[in-house]
């Protein structure tokens, strides 16, 4: 935001090839779902050593099983890594192997179809990642995770793949001059002997393991008000107080109203946005969202743009979450498109146009050097590579071009339709075709098809002429591009004298030449290929 597994469980391994050979290669358990995790956490300032137990609440899909697993990231030879103490249920110890980052748990009898259960975990270690532990930039000592893609694994057992969400409460025990920010909303404080506090967060919606958050550390908190009955709140370094509080209360109110007026409802107890150690840019967690800015530079256009995409992953990246690694798009390549619709909606259309222009051009920049990529991947195992600026700004283009193609009232009924089926679940992105197809009421398999699955861009050639005689105009486009042949309409606009904008026609380009003609009563004064902006493409189109 790398997976090497060796699973040795006859039910796991039936999994996978239930799984499907289109999936990401994490070998899912099919026969079972986790529904909620307690991760009681205590940290201390004595070293960078926790002590944790997971309470693992599960039910079984599939009778017959015998163990089920979770990843945690096991003792390295550097000293980091957890070490399990024990797993019990109901009181009860249960036997279980830790080996290759993997903790199998046997149960005490075979499953049951519809069966729940609940296992603890006690388990202690220096977090390797996940969990950044050691001082802020003010060398104020803090505890932040940062747990994309999995890396929860880390720090805490779990299956640490998005598509098996679940609810989560944090428990954390830390010295009381430390503020603690989970998921969710505040269930408890209490202070403790020895200069100790226990603080509760709750989180009642499913989300993925990646979205899980903790930050423990000094902290100024502003509390913003509600919007639609969400606490909006801004925690960061007392340090920063003052233009923290400022940059935030500019833009998250505004942002967070925008996207719920146009998507739909916000599905958490809160939004905050926390200054955190550690976090690259920012990192959309589920209700917190944590910046590695420093706030003086949130307080920029940048910073705008910045708070408006991770705004908007709380819609798309965490509430409707992609069901599999290969369909990662669904969630960065939306949020960039939401924060470029932020900025037409706050700054105008030409801001719009410049936002697209820059995005256009680290789309094409990337696919000259790397024409095969696609937007989905195929099967995805190193996940250090899921992420590149085209899975960002060529998805971002794909849903423009999506856009202009079917028209924003049918397109923003669509993207409302998809948010509502799939909120708080997963989707893939066949579901998300499918319901732009039901909405629109067209065959859309030839637009995602070409443009998520195919790799490089539309580049055209075009010449135009106008036959005084017969008062025509007739327009050649010609595809110059290795790739296979695009399928795509693309608008022309045609400029007339005493008319202030151009009429515009749509040529579907589907051959290596293409030829159309129109009539026309008198010359144009000029005649354009996509004037709008509504194809990625690299096109010329000159008087012939």
Same mark, same amino acid.
Request: proline share 6%; charged share 20%; glycine share 8%.
């Given at each position: ?98 080996? !290759? ?47 994309? %893609? ?33 998921? #969710? ?38 509390? *913003? ?92 990246? !965490?509430?409707?979450?992609?069901? !599999? ?22 700054? #105008? ?75 708080? #679940? ?62 795509? %309409? ?45 194809? *990625? ?8």
């Amino acid at each position: 935001m790398t997976k090497t597994r060796l699973i040795v469980t006859l039910c796991l391994m039936q999994a996978i090839g239930a799984a499907g050979a289109r999936a990401d290669t994490y070998p899912r358990q099919l026969g079972l779902h986790v529904d909620h995790y307690a991760f009681h956490i205590n940290l201390s300032d004595s070293g960078n050593e926790i002590a944790g137990c997971a309470v693992v609440e599960l039910h079984f899909i599939s009778p017959g099983l015998t163990s089920f697993n979770l990843n945690l990231i096991g003792r390295r030879p550097d000293g980091k890594g957890m070490t399990v103490d024990s797993v019990t249920s109901q009181g009860r110890p249960l036997q279980f192997q830790f080996k !290759d980052n993997w903790l199998q748990i046997d149960l005490p009898s075979p499953s049951k179809a519809s069966e729940f259960g609940e296992y603890t975990v006690r388990y202690h270690g220096i977090p390797a990642a996940g969990l950044l532990i050691g001082p802020n930039r003010y060398g104020d000592r803090s505890f932040d995770s940062n747990n994309w %893609p999995d890396k929860a694994r880390n720090w805490l057992p779990c299956i640490d793949h998005p598509y098996n969400k679940a609810t989560d409460e944090m428990i954390v025990t830390a010295p009381d001059r430390y503020q603690v920010i989970s998921n #969710g909303r505040p269930v408890e404080q209490i202070d403790l002997p020895g200069n100790m506090r226990r603080t509760v967060w709750r989180e009642s919606v499913p989300i993925a393991t990646w979205l899980y958050s903790l930050a423990a550390a000094p902290y100024a908190v502003q509390y *913003l008000g509600r919007i639609d009955g969400t606490p909006l709140e801004t925690w960061v370094f007392p340090q920063e107080r003052q233009v923290g509080f400022r940059a935030f209360a500019a833009d998250a109110g505004p942002i967070f109203e925008f996207y719920s007026n146009l998507i739909g409802p916000f599905s958490y107890e809160k939004l905050a946005n926390v200054e955190a150690n550690g976090t690259h840019g920012g990192m959309e967690l589920a209700s917190d969202i944590f910046y590695g800015y420093p706030p003086g530079l949130i307080a920029t256009l940048r910073g705008q743009q910045l708070i408006a995409h991770e705004t908007a992953h709380q819609w798309f990246g !965490d509430s409707v979450t992609e069901s !599999d690694w290969d369909d990662v798009w669904l969630s960065e390549g939306f949020a960039t498109y939401l924060a470029l619709v932020y900025l037409k909606h706050a700054d #105008g259309h030409d801001a719009f146009m410049a936002g697209l222009e820059r995005s256009r051009d680290f789309v094409l920049d990337f696919s000259a050097k790397h024409p095969n990529y696609t937007i989905v991947h195929e099967n995805i195992s190193n996940l250090r590579t899921i992420l590149t600026n085209q899975i960002y700004q060529k998805g971002a283009w794909t849903l423009h071009m999506l856009h202009d193609m079917l028209g924003p009232t049918v397109f923003w009924a669509g993207m409302r339709d998809y948010y509502r089926r799939y909120r708080n #679940g997963n989707a893939s992105t066949a579901d998300f075709e499918h319901v732009m197809e039901q909405v629109s009421g067209k065959d859309l398999s030839w637009f995602f098809h070409e443009w998520l699955n195919e790799g490089g861009t539309l580049k055209i050639a075009g010449r135009w002429r106008y036959d005084a005689h017969a008062r025509q105009l007739s327009v050649e486009l010609d595809q110059k591009q290795r790739q296979p042949l695009f399928r795509m %309409p693309v608008p022309l606009g045609i400029y007339v004298k005493g008319q202030l904008s151009p009429t515009l026609e749509t040529l579907e380009v589907r051959n290596r030449k293409n030829v159309f003609s129109f009539p026309l009563s008198a010359p144009p004064l000029d005649v354009k290929l996509d004037p709008n902006a509504s194809v *990625l493409m690299v096109a010329s189109l000159r008087r012939h």
